[in-house]
């Protein structure tokens, strides 16, 4: 006798409910601001801060981002900041998946892109090799 097994992916309540249609009640909850794409209201919703107009029936946004983004929780604070100026602070415990090394970052809204992204603070230019080899040359 041959079993039949059925693989399948657990995304969480959140996406069942996006799939299944149904409408979310944010009444209950204070926006943390105006959605940088459509301008409606911004709310936490499971483990994503969600304009209001990406779940339910006939979403018309797709503006979605984490509550932790590389390791690196983003409080309410810092998302209505986002929201507000286009930029949080600089927040100091992201984690590469890459190289597993902490990094600091300011999350930033790309208008360009339409999403969240990685802001680098400008860093102090590097003395190129030849030129600092031959000022210790000449201190020498």
Same mark, same amino acid.
């Given at each position: 006798m041959e079993s039949q097994w059925k693989l399948?992916?657990?995304?969480?309540?959140?996406a069942k409910q996006a799939e299944e249609g149904e409408a979310v009640?944010?009444?209950?909850q204070t926006t943390l601001g105006a959605c940088p794409k459509c301008g409606s209201s911004? @709310?936490?919703h499971?483990?994503?801060? +969600?304009?209001?107009?990406?779940?339910?029936?006939?979403?018309?946004?797709?503006? &979605?981002?984490?509550k932790v983004i590389l390791t690196q929780p983003v409080d309410h604070t810092q998302l209505a900041k986002l929201l507000e100026t286009g930029k949080t602070d600089l927040l100091e415990n992201f984690v590469s998946n890459k190289t597993r090394r902490k990094?600091?970052?300011?999350?930033? @809204?790309?208008?360009?892109?339409?999403? +969240?992204?990685?802001e680098f603070e400008p860093r102090a230019a590097k003395v190129?090799? &030849?030129?600092?080899a031959a000022k210790k040359a000449a201190k020498a």
């Open positions: 399948e992916f657990d995304f969480g309540e959140d009640d944010f009444s209950a911004v @709310f936490e499971g483990s994503n801060y +969600v304009c209001e107009k990406s779940v339910g029936p006939g979403p018309s946004c797709d503006f &979605k981002t984490g990094f600091k970052a300011f999350l930033a @809204f790309d208008k360009k892109e339409g999403k +969240v992204s990685f190129p090799a &030849k030129k600092a």
